[in-house]
Nanobody, 125 residues
Framework: QVQLVESGGGLVQAGGSLRLSCAASGRIFSSYAMGWFRQAPGKEREFVAAASLSGGRTYYANSVKDRFTISRDNAKNTVYLQMNSLKPEDTAVYYC??????????????????WGQGTQVTVSS
C-alpha cells in the first residue's frame, strides 16, 4: 500500500510558476514509477508527466513540454512538478500517481496503482 499526498496548488497569474509536491508513505517509494495527471472540469483525466524509478528519465505530454519539469527525491519519498509559464488552460486538479515496476511513460490512468487526493491549480488570465 502506498499513500500519496499532494501539496503546492493555488491561484497564479498567467506566466507565473508553481511547484507541486507529492509525499509518499508506505511501501518502498523507489520501486514505483511516478506520474502526474490533471483533470479539468468536464474533461477526462489526462497524463502530464512521468518519471522513472530513479528519476533519471522523464516523459511529458506535448502540451507541457519545455514548461513543466518532473523530478523525484527518493531519499525524501517525494515527487515534484515544477510548472513554469503557466497558462489558463493549465487550470485543473493535479494528481500524482504511483505505478508498480520500472516502466514509465504516457500510460493511461488505469495503469497506475495508487493516487493522491489531488490539488487545485488555477491560472488566471
Amino acid at each position: 500500500q502506498v499513500q500519496l499526498v499532494e501539496s503546492g496548488g493555488g491561484l497564479v497569474q498567467a506566466g507565473g510558476s508553481l511547484r507541486l509536491s507529492c509525499a509518499a508513505s508506505g511501501r518502498i517509494f523507489s520501486s514505483y514509477a511516478m506520474g502526474w495527471f490533471r483533470q479539468a472540469p468536464g474533461k477526462e483525466r489526462e497524463f502530464v508527466a512521468a518519471a522513472s524509478l530513479s528519476g533519471g528519465r522523464t516523459y511529458y505530454a506535448n502540451s507541457v513540454k519545455d514548461r513543466f519539469t518532473i523530478s523525484r527525491d527518493n531519499a525524501k519519498n517525494t515527487v515534484y512538478l515544477q510548472m513554469n509559464s503557466l497558462k489558463p488552460e493549465d487550470t485543473a486538479v493535479y494528481y500524482c500517481a504511483a505505478k508498480r515496476g520500472g516502466s514509465y511513460g504516457p500510460y493511461a490512468p488505469s495503469a497506475y496503482d495508487y493516487w493522491g487526493q489531488g490539488t487545485q491549480v488555477t491560472v488566471s488570465s
